[in-house]
């Protein structure tokens, strides 16, 4: 089991690898890219998808990615950017352990070469070895803590390649770098979005406020009373009905433009 390796590793880094710099270079490129893809509006679902795809690039010998959900209630693979390897997730989900799992458990990337493991995982082995797959490396995404929420595990990275010697130490430390990054993204995106609920949230009050004052004035008018009886009265009529105050308010506005017209 000399290429179980987990983080901390001071395992070298094999000289038949590209050149770290290299391997750098193409992991910035692919941060880059996924920083400047990312919006508001996408779901976690599709943001793990995104994350699979610019990952695939980040790691030379990266040949498929999936993304893997693990939860209480269950688990699956969200992103997939090859869906011939999403069988080698299944295995590891039915059989109740795998690398994929472990990472995701012990929020730690899990790196091995298939064949060395039979006994740790042997239907993850055995699924792996009939695929042609000959490495593996898991890497956990988390979503950092914030002021009012702990730190959330929301999917695990699981790069297969067809390649023995596909993973070292190197890409280990650099995919845990691109899943910080990612998960940095992620999170800055759902803070736009929420921002973007808000805004639209207190767009419609103010709107709705326009439009009570509006039909408040028109009660006034012709009932030569208060604001605040007015108000009652819109009140009344919208409890009455069962219908939103704004609704009510609408529709008198709206009957007395077509009287006045």
Known sequence: MADYVQAGSVRPVDEDRPDAVARLDETTEALTELHEAFTG???IEDALQRVAHTASRAVPDADVV???VVTDEKTYTVAATDE???VLDQTQYDA????????????TPVRAVIGEHREQWPEFEAAAEAAGVRAHLSVPVVLPASNNAEARHIGTLNIYSYSAKAFDPFDEG?????????????????????????????????????VIEQAKGVLMAVH????????????????????????????LLASATRSSG
């Not at 919208?238 to 009510?248: C, E």
């Open 224 to 251: 030569t009373c208060s604001a605040d009886d007015a108000f009652d009265m819109l009140v009344e009529q919208s409890q009455r009905a069962n219908t939103k105050l704004r609704d009510v308010a609408a529709k």
């Open 174 to 210: 650099l995919m845990r770098l691109f899943t910080t990054a990612a998960s940095a993204t992620i999170t800055n995106a759902q803070r736009w979005k929420r921002s973007q609920r808000q805004v639209e949230h207190l767009e419609r009050a103010l709107e709705s406020r326009a």
């Open 84 to 86: 011939t390897l999403v």
């Open 96 to 107: 109740g352990r795998g690398p994929c799992l472990e990472s995701a458990h012990e929020l």
């Open 66 to 68: 999936t993304v893997s």
């Open 41 to 43: 509006e996408e779901s």
